[in-house]
């Protein structure tokens, strides 16, 4: 998501950023760029205009101009509009000490009954007392999905029978909390494949029954501006309170989850990251801007490390010595996090030198792991001792090439050099790996 977005603004705003002093004509040309780039990742004509017309306005209107940096801070105000774009500060779903009621709506495939598994986790991670309740009683298999999931997590879900009325809905969900207290229900309802009055007329009576504290519309990152429509027609009938953005792992162009808020006037509160019960994250517009821009996310890497209880390095060991050894323990350690290369992604500047799609799989892991293998200990501990002859035998006993075995080991340098940075941004002192 956001990749070829993010490359073209990237290389627009390098431009810029050289640039030094600036001319108005060549703050024009920049704009018409982004407007550009925006349009052709499917965001919203109107949203495209209006960003681009509030970063010119801030750049020509100010001193920027003229300043020394003004190429800095035209990058700075292209990062502060995204962020409002996206909805400024982070929001979340309104959460009250008690009876909470969280209605799920959407079109069917949109993720919805798999969103409404990750909030329960989500939430039972938090403390709360969640109960689901299965009223998807459109699609044949929801409620049957819905039951799993709630056996995975560890929540009870109360079945909504075929052809039940709301009123009777409401009876048995009111006698079930009386016997179970429980301070979160979630409520996945019943899906449709596109509106469809009748079902909508039937989620608004059910609505009123539950009388939830949140309604929150799943829509799907990969169906573009066909999602906003979908959302414009759910909030008159239904009355949204937010929206959860799922498949944002996909590849999609963002334009979808870019223009959301601005179209709807709805805050995304969760973005959708991987078809696992835990892939659910808060929606932070800042982390998501500087992700856009190559910036980074450092605070996400952190919390995906928290998250995959990673092992740690060696304590007595500083980052900077990292070996191959590490390497190894250290790769396995990413893939707990998630994608290789979306990983990366979150490192600051890590963008921009990643080739479109990089990823490494499961067999390219077991290659590198029968090459370090190959390896003496002496080897792995200090590979600048690997010459020419060494890297013959390492990749014969591995049943690799030495280009491959070249390959492992300039990656070995990159990542001694990313670790470098972390250090000096003080993540893992004292050389306890990337544990939080
Ligand atoms: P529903 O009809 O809206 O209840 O849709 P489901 O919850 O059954 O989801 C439809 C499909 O989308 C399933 O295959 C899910 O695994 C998948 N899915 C849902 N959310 C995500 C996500 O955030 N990322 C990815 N990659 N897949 C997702």
Do not use: C
């Amino acid at each position: 998501m956001f990749e070829s977005l993010g490359k073209k603004l990237q290389d627009i705003l390098d431009n810029v950023r050289q640039q030094g002093r600036l001319t108005e004509p060549q703050v024009k040309a920049a704009m018409r760029e982004i407007r550009m780039a925006l349009l052709e990742a499917d965001v919203n004509f109107n949203v495209a205009k209006d960003f681009v017309a509030r970063v010119s306005e801030k750049a020509v209107g100010q001193d920027v101009l003229t300043s020394l940096n003004a190429g800095q801070q035209v990058v700075k105000i292209v990062h502060d509009e995204l962020i409002e774009t996206l909805g400024g500060s982070a929001q979340q779903p309104q959460l009250k000490t008690d009876s909470n009621v969280w209605f799920m709506v959407g079109l069917q495939g949109a993720g919805k009954t798999t969103s409404t598994g990750k909030l329960a986790a989500y939430y039972k991670g938090k403390g709360r007392r969640v109960l689901l309740v299965a009223a998807d009683t459109q699609r044949p298999a929801a409620r049957e999905q819905l039951k799993v999931l709630g056996n995975q997590v560890g929540v009870p879900v109360l079945e909504v029978h075929d052809n039940e009325s709301p009123a009777v809905t409401q009876q048995r969900l009111k006698e079930y909390l009386q016997k179970d207290f429980r301070d979160l229900v979630i409520v996945d309802t019943a899906g449709r494949l596109q509106i469809d009055e009748n079902l909508m007329d039937q989620l608004a009576d059910l609505k009123t029954a539950l009388n939830p504290t949140e309604t929150l519309l799943v829509v799907d990152a990969m169906t573009g501006q066909e999602a906003l429509n979908v959302a414009e027609t759910f909030d008159k009938r239904v009355s949204l309170s937010g929206l959860i953005i799922t498949k944002m792992d996909g590849d999609a162009r963002g334009g979808a989850a870019l223009s959301a808020r601005s179209v709807t006037g709805k805050p995304i509160y969760f973005a959708g990251v991987s078809e696992k019960i835990t892939g659910l994250e808060p929606f932070y517009p800042d982390r998501v801007a500087s992700r856009i821009l190559g910036m980074g996310d450092v605070l996400t890497l952190i919390e995906r490390a928290q998250q995959a209880e990673l092992s740690a390095m060696d304590p007595n060991k500083k980052l900077t010595e990292f070996d191959l050894e590490d390497l190894l323990m250290q790769m396995k350690n990413l893939r707990k996090m998630g994608p290789l290369g979306d990983i990366m992604k979150l490192i600051p500047g890590m963008s921009k030198m990643l080739p479109e799609g990089f990823n490494v799989d499961e067999k390219q892991l077991k290659q590198i792991e029968a090459i370090i293998q190959s390896m003496t200990l002496r080897e792995r501990r200090d590979p600048k001792v690997i010459n020419g002859q060494r890297r013959k035998r390492i990749a014969a006993g591995s049943g690799r090439t030495v280009q491959e075995v070249n390959r492992l080991l300039k990656m070995h340098d990159q990542m001694k050099d990313m670790m470098k940075v972390m250090q000096r941004m003080g993540m893992g002192k004292g050389g306890k790996g990337m544990k939080g």
